[in-house]
């Protein structure tokens, strides 16, 4: 990557004399359409020509109306529409010779040398042929009179720039592929409604989704969910699994389980590379055990509807960038393919990253399965161990087993937090509920179904221990307890800091501490992801932003005949976050905002005035909707009533307002996938820590544990969950504003700007500088990644 001492700005690169084409191949998926309006409105930022190729390959084949040149309006209101809007296809005769030199003959014809491919592996790979061909074609055409020298002079080498859109993400170099996120969207919001028809019936439900040669869909999902079992084809099961799977129906059903769920990727196999299919499981189901079982195929449900928040800034990021690399392309840059790489959009050389993919196929076809695992990548294998461990009740499982006591609390606001709650003792209502002895002994089964609801059911106040010491040890001592989990937002970690101050005067706290952060405000030092925070996003992005705007919409539609039934409207929309400005900057991203006001960034009437004045004559055009989203806390004179009227009064005439303070809304609802996912292996990862530090503590028959080491915060950082002593985040925490001193996401601004046409500076400092792919392996977990 672009080290420090080779920084520069996006606007020493000139698109000027550069031609950009853009089009969509092979599968839709969500969020495609975010990295066509990225690229093409970075393009055109940058002073380049861009166009669509609609139809995929084969409208480059075909060329004529086909291939259009694109304007900033033309990707006006696509960032929230699922699949893609420029159209994909496939084309049997781009495969050939005699079609790639008709495709050669269209794009000279106008210029282009710059192509942004999104779509999967064997899109990628056909736009690689077509460049290592382009001179050869280009000759051909030639010969055959078709264009003169002049044309091959200034079309003499063609660059391709490639995005992964897939929603099974079985791409290797990235995290993660445009619309798979938004995928399991599908899948949970499927399952979390099977779950209330099958609890009251007392059914049994098996559940196909997509995932031909990649079964991450159906893992995490499983995950997500707390599926009973779940078939991949990158492990099928161990011969017997028919025995072992009824039984551990049966043992759920003893329980007074009323559910079974069970999850099967469509390209599911056993051991002997025989298909198992999801009507075979129903009738193994029925046949042995006599339970009333239903079968759903999600089909083409999980490519459908709209794009998560995730996927909507993943697509963004990832079309920004691949303008920027096909601006710093020379004649001996490879192709190349845009990733996430932690919280980094980086260039790959292409093929690489293809061949990888390959190999995993590969090892499969050869009944290879653990190097298919481990060739899918660390989170791949993260993830299938985890569900192993959570999916198993047997002592001999690999699940760490031990006889100290560990209390798990949630403290702070309800943040999606129960997904994290897992055994041993729950401590009720926080710190409050701990000084009070709201203690009790929480079984495996207590917690089953707690993934998919929202809040905390085990309930939390912002109570500080503080002033509670005493009485906190005095129970702690009482239940005898060994470790604590807290759960939980700033409150948390100020509370965590508190209790590791007191060891020295209460030998009770003096046990192995930890913090599993939990907010919607994404605001804790020491982690750039809160669990609860991208359920907030998409509260915000999905609910309110788009359903105010298409509810207008729609009645504009509808009333034709006169003027003011187009009138434009700005949403003025005030989002949480107390000071820190995440929620109000990424999903001011991810819904496409004209402004986003923070704290972090100040603001005087100047600015806004400037804003008011951009906006007005953004709305001069075809454009019908502007959004501004404003952070509770950004300015204390600046409310959101101001800003109302400040944008009523100035665009008279041209737009009116309405506004929206979201409030709570924003820490209800279900969790997102995302959310489940991450919350779930970060409170598998602490409960091992806990467990490896209650063994290094115990001495002398007792647990005694003061070190700054054994009280820690689990964050995190970039690619990896790291363990961090609380007493070391002090210095990187502004305690005044809550929030950390050095926040990642707030280089996502300039981009957010550029999106909305302000000329801004972007520091492509961490951009550019291709890297080998064989860095980035394996892949990591999406929880690190673009949100």
Not at 106 to 114: A, P, S
Not at 335 to 350: H, M
Not at 507 to 513: R, T
């Amino acid at each position: 990557m672009v080290q420090p001492d080779t920084r520069k700005f996006f606007e020493n690169l000139s698109g000027d004399g550069k031609s950009i084409a853009v089009l969509t191949s092979g599968g839709d998926a969500q969020g495609m359409n975010a990295a066509v309006r990225a690229a093409v409105r970075m393009g055109l930022y940058v002073g380049a020509k861009v166009y669509f190729i609609h139809e995929g390959y084969q409208g480059m084949v075909d060329g004529g109306n086909n291939i259009i040149e694109a304007t900033w309006e033309s990707v006006s209101s696509m960032l929230q529409v699922g699949g893609t809007v420029i159209g994909s296809a496939r084309c049997k005769e781009f495969r050939t010779h005699e079609g790639r030199l008709r495709a050669a003959l269209n794009l000279v014809q106008r210029e282009i040398t710059n192509i942004c491919v999104i779509g999967g592996d064997g899109s990628l790979t056909g736009a690689n042929l077509f460049r290592e061909e382009w001179s050869g074609l280009l000759q051909e055409l030639k010969q055959q009179g078709q264009i003169d020298d002049e044309a091959v002079r200034n079309n003499s080498i063609l660059h391709i720039v490639g995005m992964v859109g897939s929603i099974d993400n079985d791409f290797c170099g990235t995290d993660m592929t445009i619309g798979t996120d938004s995928a399991l969207h599908r899948i949970i919001e499927v399952v979390d409604a099977i779950m209330t028809t099958a609890q009251s019936h007392q059914r049994t439900f098996v559940l196909e989704v997509m995932g031909r040669h990649c079964g991450y869909l159906a893992l995490v999902s499983a995950l997500a969910c707390g599926a009973d079992w779940v078939f991949i084809p990158e492990m099928p099961p161990e011969d017997g699994w028919e025995d072992s799977m009824c039984q551990k129906l049966s043992e759920n059903r003893a329980d007074k389980k009323r559910l079974n769920i069970m999850i099967v990727a469509e390209g599911a196999i056993d051991r002997h590379n025989k298909a198992i299919t999801a009507d075979n499981i129903k009738e193994l189901v029925v046949s042995r055990l006599g339970f009333d079982t239903r079968v759903t195929i999600l089909g083409h449900v999980q490519r459908g509807g709209t794009p998560s928040a995730f996927d909507r800034i993943l697509a963004s990021r990832m079309g920004v960038e691949a303008v920027l690399a096909l601006l710093e392309a020379s004649a001996d840059t490879p192709a190349c393919v845009v990733s996430l790489v932690g919280n980094q959009a980086v260039r790959l050389p292409l093929m690489e990253c293809v061949q990888m993919t390959q190999e995993v196929q590969k090892a499969m076809d050869e009944k290879k399965f653990e190097e298919a695992v481990r060739l899918r990548g660390r989170s791949f294998e993260n993830n299938l161990v985890t569900y192993r461990l959570l999916s198993s009740r047997k002592a001999d499982s690999e699940l760490p087993t031990s006889n100290f006591n560990v209390a798990v609390l949630n403290v702070g606001a309800p943040a999606g937090m129960n997904a994290a709650g897992h055994r041993m003792f729950a401590v009720s209502d926080g710190f409050e509920g701990l000084y009070k002895g709201k203690i009790k002994e929480i079984t495996w089964g207590d917690v089953g179904g707690w993934t998919g609801q929202g809040g905390s059911l085990l309930g939390t106040k912002r109570t500080l221990p503080g002033k509670h010491l005493d009485k906190i040890a005095e129970q702690m001592k009482l239940h005898k307890i060994n470790a604590l989990m807290v759960i939980g937002g700033f409150e948390a970690y100020m509370g965590l800091l508190e209790l590791a101050k007191a060891r020295d005067a209460h030998e009770a706290l003096c046990v192995p501490m930890i913090m599993v952060p939990a907010t919607v405000s994404n605001n804790i030092p020491g982690s750039d992801l809160s669990i609860g925070s991208d359920t907030a996003l998409n509260a915000i992005t999905h609910v309110n932003l788009w359903r105010f705007y298409f509810r207008y919409k729609l009645t504009c539609d509808r009333i034709k005949q006169s003027a003011s039934g187009t009138k434009r409207r700005v949403f003025i929309i005030e989002t949480m976050g107390g000071y820190c400005g995440y929620l109000a900057t990424v999903g001011g991203l991810a819904a496409g905002a004209d402004s986003v006001y923070i704290y972090e960034e100040p603001f005087d009437i100047r600015d806004l005035q400037a804003n008011v004045e951009h906006l007005t004559e953004k709305m001069k055009t075809s454009i019908q909707r502007g959004i501004v989203l404003r952070n509770e806390n950004c300015n204390e004179n600046f409310s959101t009533d101001f800003m109302y009227q400040l944008y009523s009064e100035e665009g008279r005439g041209v737009f009116d307002c309405r506004k929206n303070i979201l409030g709570h809304m924003q820490q209800g609802g279900a969790p997102s996938p995302f959310d489940r996912n991450f919350s779930t292996k970060i409170a598998a990862k602490a409960m091992q820590w806990i467990t490896r530090s209650l063994k290094e503590s115990f001495k002398g028959g007792r647990v005694f544990a003061n070190s700054e080491d054994t009280a820690c915060l689990l964050g995190m950082r970039r690619r990896a969950l790291v363990f961090q002593p609380v007493s070391h985040l002090q210095e990187e925490t502004d305690f005044v504003h809550r929030i950390p001193k050095e926040q990642w996401w707030l280089k996502l601004r300039p981009l957010m700007k550029i999106l909305a046409k302000y000329k801004t500076s972007y520091d492509v400092s961490d951009s550019g500088q291709l890297e080998h792919v064989s860095r980035v392996r394996p892949k990591e977990s999406h929880t690190s990644a673009a949100i």
